[in-house]
T-cell receptor
Framework: DAGVTQSPTHLIKTRGQQVTLRCSPK?????VSWYQQALGQGPQFIFQ???????QRGNFPDRFSGHQFPNYSSELNVNALLLGDSALYLC??????????????FGEGSRLTVL | KQEVTQIPAALSVPEGENLVLNCSFT??????LQWFRQDPGKGLTSLLL?????REQTSGRLNASLDKSSGRSTLYIAASQPGDSATYLC????????????FGTGTRLLVSP
């Protein structure tokens, strides 16, 4: 049973560019959440997707946007990159109807460096 | 706004010691609470999930307790091993109908052989 998978694992961008990160949830999960983790800090909630809709959003600007596909996979897009966007971006999945325990499972993350 | 504090911020112990990691949160209206482990530069591994109706949860050498009314959770690690070296994060889930985790900055644990 594959867990949460994220791609790419590492990437380097320059200021002003745009980036897309991808996530496939754990088998049987239908809810995907994205978190940003700066160095030395705990993860911060960006937003959550369920049934292809954004249903909750953290304190992040509109430069951060996302999408969920019918197969429950998700993308995180960040436009007009700033140096401060350098971080580990984590995807978490949960859900699954009657088997939902409320537990979230995380992927290994995508390390973004903005130069 | 939920705020999470973990004490101590860092801990260094010799192998074999029993450990207690503390987590406190300001808003007791939580749905459940998860403990995670994070190795440097890696993702989060779920260790234990405690539902708000539970007081305790155990997995192997790990035991987590939850006192929702006082806003506290503790993670007890028995007979620590060098492989336990990692950052440990607790995260309450707010009772809002959405599974949103709120994290502190964690406890960085180093277990020496």
């Amino acid at each position: 049973d594959a867990g949460v998978t994220q791609s790419p694992t590492h990437l380097i961008k320059t200021r002003g560019q745009q980036v897309t990160l991808r996530c496939s949830p754990k088998s049987g999960h239908d809810t995907v959440s994205w978190y940003q983790q700066a160095l030395g800090q705990g993860p911060q909630f960006i937003f959550q997707y369920y049934e292809e809709e954004e249903r909750q959003r953290g304190n992040f600007p509109d430069r951060f946007s996302g999408h969920q596909f019918p197969n429950y996979s998700s993308e995180l897009n960040v436009n007009a990159l700033l140096l401060g966007d350098s971080a580990l971006y984590l995807c978490a999945s949960s859900g699954g109807g009657l088997t939902n325990t409320g537990e979230l499972f995380f992927g290994e993350g995508s390390r973004l460096t903005v130069l | 706004k939920q705020e999470v504090t973990q004490i101590p911020a860092a801990l260094s112990v010799p192998e074999g010691e029993n450990l207690v990691l503390n987590c406190s949160f300001t808003d007791s209206a939580i749905y459940n609470l998860q403990w995670f482990r994070q190795d440097p530069g890696k993702g989060l591994t779920s260790l234990l999930l405690i539902q708000s109706s539970q007081r305790e949860q155990t997995s192997g050498r790990l035991n987590a307790s939850l006192d929702k009314s006082s806003g506290r959770s503790t993670l007890y690690i028995a007979a620590s091993q060098p492989g336990d070296s990692a950052t440990y994060l607790c995260a309450p889930v707010m009772n809002t109908g959405f599974q949103k985790l709120v994290f502190g900055t964690g406890t960085r644990l180093l277990v020496s052989p």
